[in-house]
C-alpha cells in the first residue's frame, strides 16, 4: 500500500483552459461544473486517495452524460434526427455522439470526435472497479484526462454559439396546454440550468398546471443564496424567478404554493423573502398562517426589501382573523426594532439607514377583533 503522506496536498490553481471550462459548464449547470471542479482537484492531487482513478471515472461519466443530455435538442432540431434518449446501451451511446458530432460539424475524424467516441468505451471501464484488484493505475486516466478537457472545451464553445436552440425548446414547453412527465424531463436535462434559461421560462410561464410536476422534481427546493464578495465587502441578494412565478401561483393554488414553502429550504436571500412574502400576500390569511414560522424568520432580519411586505402580512392576518398570529409577528418585528433602536440608535442615525429613513408603520392588532389600527415604530 502506497504511502500517503509522502504526497503533501497541493493547493490546486485551475489553469486558463480549466476556468474556461468551468466558466463554460456554470451555463449548463451548478452540478456540471461542480463534477469538473472536483475531477480537477482530485487529478491535481492524484496520490492523496488510492482510488483517484476510479472517482475522476466516476465525475467524467456523468459529466459526459449531462452534456450529452443537454445537446438532444441540438440534434433534433439540426439534422431532424430521430432521439434516441433512452438510449442504454453503449453502441447506442455512440450513435447519439455522431448525431451531436454532425450538428456540431465537428469531424469524427478531429481530435475532438475521437476522444469523445473513445470515452463512451473508456469512462464505463473506469468507473467500476476490476473485480477484487488494487485500484487502477494514474497511467490509465492521463491520456483520457486531457482528452476530456480538449473536448470540453470545444464543445462549451459550441454550445454558446447555438444557445438559441434552448430559448425555442423553452417556447414549446411554454406551449403545452397540459405538461407531462416527459417536458418536466426535457426541462430538466435537456435544457441548461442557468439564470437566463429558468428567469425566461418562470417569467413567462402562467399554467398552474405546472406546480405540482415541477415541485416533485425540485424545482422549488433550493431558492439561491446570496452572493458575498469579500473583497468589497458587499453582499448581493440575486432574484429567483421561480419565486415570482409562486407569487403569481399564490392566488390560483394557495394550499399547494403553501405547501412548497414549507418544503424550502430556508434562505437568507432577500430577493426570494419578497416574493415569497408577495405569495403570502396573495393567499386567503386562513392558508397564508401555516407559513408564520417563515415569516418570522425574515422578520428576524427585516431587508429593506420586506419592510413594507411584513406590515402589510400582520394587516392581512389582522383583518383576516387571524389575530393570534398577526400579534406574534408583530411582536417579532417590534423587538428586532426594539434591539437595534437600543444598541445602534445613533449610528444608524448618522448613516441613513433603513430603520431611520423610513418608519415603517406596523399595524396595531386589538385580540378578539379584526380592529386594525397602525402606529410608527
Not at 53 to 81: K, N, Q, W, Y
Not at 319 to 339: C, F, I, M
Request: proline share 6%; with cysteine; hydrophobic share 35%.
Amino acid at each position: 500500500m502506497q504511502n500517503q503522506s509522502s504526497h503533501p496536498i497541493q493547493f490546486w490553481s485551475a489553469d486558463s483552459r480549466q476556468r474556461r471550462i468551468i466558466e463554460g459548464l456554470q451555463l449548463v449547470g451548478p452540478g456540471p461544473a461542480a463534477f469538473f471542479r472536483d475531477a480537477c482537484s482530485l487529478m491535481a492531487n492524484p496520490h492523496q486517495l488510492e482510488n483517484t482513478v476510479l472517482l475522476v471515472g466516476h465525475l467524467l461519466r456523468e459529466l459526459e452524460s449531462a452534456l450529452r443530455h443537454i445537446f438532444r435538442p441540438v440534434t433534433t432540431r439540426g439534422a431532424g434526427g430521430t432521439r434516441e434518449s433512452e438510449c442504454q446501451e453503449q453502441q447506442k451511446q455512440k450513435e447519439e455522439i455522431r448525431a451531436i458530432l454532425r450538428c456540431l460539424d465537428i469531424s469524427e475524424r478531429s481530435r475532438e470526435g475521437i476522444a469523445w467516441l473513445k470515452l463512451a468505451t473508456n469512462l464505463h471501464r473506469l468507473a467500476h472497479r476490476k473485480g477484487l484488484d488494487a485500484p487502477r493505475s494514474l497511467e490509465d486516466i492521463s491520456e483520457i484526462w486531457d482528452q476530456s478537457q480538449a473536448l470540453l472545451d470545444v464543445l462549451i464553445q459550441s454550445l454558446r454559439t447555438r444557445f438559441l436552440d434552448w430559448i425555442h425548446v423553452l417556447d414549446e414547453l411554454l406551449k403545452k396546454p397540459s405538461p407531462n412527465n416527459n417536458d418536466l424531463k426535457r426541462i430538466a436535462q435537456e435544457v441548461p440550468n442557468n439564470t437566463v434559461t429558468r428567469q425566461y421560462f418562470f417569467d413567462r410561464l402562467e399554467d398552474p398546471k405546472w406546480l405540482n410536476r415541477l415541485r416533485k422534481k425540485g424545482f422549488f427546493k433550493q431558492p439561491p443564496p446570496p452572493v458575498f464578495n469579500e473583497k468589497e465587502g458587499t453582499k448581493w441578494f440575486p432574484p429567483w424567478a421561480e419565486g415570482r412565478y409562486l407569487a403569481r401561483m399564490a392566488q390560483h393554488k394557495p394550499e399547494l404554493v403553501a405547501k412548497i414553502i414549507l418544503e424550502m429550504d430556508d434562505t437568507d436571500n432577500a430577493a426570494v423573502q419578497a416574493d415569497l412574502l408577495d405569495a403570502m400576500l396573495a393567499m386567503p390569511p386562513e392558508i397564508s398562517v401555516k407559513l408564520i414560522d417563515k415569516a418570522k424568520r425574515y422578520a428576524e432580519r427585516p431587508f429593506l426589501q420586506l419592510v413594507d411586505k411584513l406590515p402589510q402580512l400582520i394587516e392581512c392576518w389582522g383583518k383576516g382573523g387571524q389575530t393570534d398570529e398577526a400579534l406574534n409577528l408583530a411582536r417579532v418585528l417590534l423587538d428586532v426594532h426594539s434591539e437595534r433602536t437600543s444598541v445602534e440608535t445613533e449610528e444608524m442615525r448618522s448613516s441613513g439607514s433603513l430603520w431611520s429613513r423610513k418608519r415603517a408603520s406596523v399595524p396595531e392588532v386589538t385580540r378578539g377583533s379584526s380592529r386594525i389600527t397602525t402606529r410608527n415604530w
